[in-house]
């Protein structure tokens, strides 16, 4: 019936939803953004969609929403919708309200709050007209239409956010392509209009979160906030996580990533090995993404991504695709190095793996940093620190300076270093968006939402999935791909 209805709201052919009333398919995409909800939710409740569902929904964002040159921006906003939808289902009454039935229940207290308004009203003006105990009434009035007044105003806000929420313009829309009188009105579709035009705040303020972790390591957290007795009202901020000031989502960040949704070439994802094989220079680099764990892997990246940051900063003769590259891997470098300090339940490995081993890098990087006290000095270690992995040791600070060592030395080609390293991160925070965790990433939407649950959502209903890294390493040792 559902599915029914959504291709009647694509095939109307009312003004409203025409390309001259709807030229971007804003409207169209708010009911889209709700049946994709609607499949998360069904997800959420423990039921598997079959492979062929999966197909079509892949096939309606593939050759659909990603099908031009900006499509990334309609896809973002259609997965933006959807979690607000989700945030909303959890969080707001309103899949409440709007059930069948519930809006005239609404519409009663609607006429209640009226009636309040015309009560208080009168009150307060013919309050003076009482000659007894003046004083008295006249206080016991005031205070009492103060109150109701206060009422009335949360109750008028509340029937404004819910007027103007996705929820109605869904209901509006679906009426709208029921009612063949509505899409002959003109004030009916210009009301409709307005409305869905109307933005409310969102659960997520498009921010990308950073860290830094050779700027970070060497914080310590306030002992005021951070000991046993505060442990039960707050949570406790670990030694070295400091994070830095969030940036505004990048369009490069987003177009890079959802270029490479769209050119992958298998429903299966790996963690930078497939954009490092690509080429050939940079294949002496796959023993970085060999390591025992994922969040290993993130931290020897970011740091090898920090040390050229510093020794190959950016300068006015740097071409385009440089400064593009530039931006994309360093930007997502400190947002997975963010998810691993701050949100290690979003990542593939389990969140104690994840926070100890990140426990043991700050360990590590005190020793081995015991006298820089400035980046250029750390830096400076990193770049004296180039000889094997024998005599480096197998510390992830190690591993990250030989790492940025191959890449500022052996690749002579700054526009491939940062091609190379913005390749990884793409790939890398594609690899590990898919999650089986729902309840982390709907707890996250709390706390403003992260990017990584966007990508998660769309990879969700692609049926999109990462390759395990037992399959990996059975891979390299029946193929017999070259070590490192």
Known sequence: MQAQLFTQVWNCKGRLLSSEGDPHNNFKDVCLSFALFKLLRLRYAGYTLPQEAHKKTWDLIHHGLLSKEDGYKRAFRVVENELTFLFDFFYTKYSIIFQPGRMYLKLLEFIFVTIGIWSTTSMLKNYKNDNKNQLGTRVEVVVTSMMILSFIMVELMQLFFVGFSEWAKVILICKYVQKKSWQENVWIERIIGAICRVKLMKPWEQKLHQYSFLESYSYKPCKLLNNKSMAVYIDQTRDGQRQSAPIKLPEEVKQAVFHALKSNYSTKLENGQASIRVNNESKKLL???????????????????????????????????????????????????????????????????????????????????????????????????????????????????????QLANDVKDKDMIWRILADFWVEMVLYVAPSDNMKAHVEHLTRGGEFVTHLWALLSHAGIERVAAHAQRARRRSGGEEQQ
């Not at 931290?299 to 440089?322: G, K, M, N, Y």
């Not at 389990?350 to 020793?367: C, G």
């Open 287 to 405: 023993w970085a993404c060999r390591l025992e764990t994922q969040t290993q892997v993130i931290i020897v990246w970011h740091i090898a991504t920090s040390f050229c940051e510093c020794q190959l900063p950016l300068e006015r003769s740097d071409s385009p695709s440089t400064r593009r590259s530039f931006l994309v891997a360093t930007s997502l470098s400190k947002y997975l190095a963010y998810l691993v300090s701050f949100a290690p339940s979003l990542l593939p490995d389990h969140a104690y793996i994840t926070e100890y081993l990140f426990d043991q890098a700050i360990i590590e990087a005190k020793d081995s940093f015991q006298k820089c006290k400035r980046m250029k000095d750390r830096v400076k270690k990193m770049k004296e620190n180039n000889s094997g992995p024998s005599a480096c040791g197998e510390t992830v600070i190690n591993q990250g300076a030989r790492l940025g060592n």
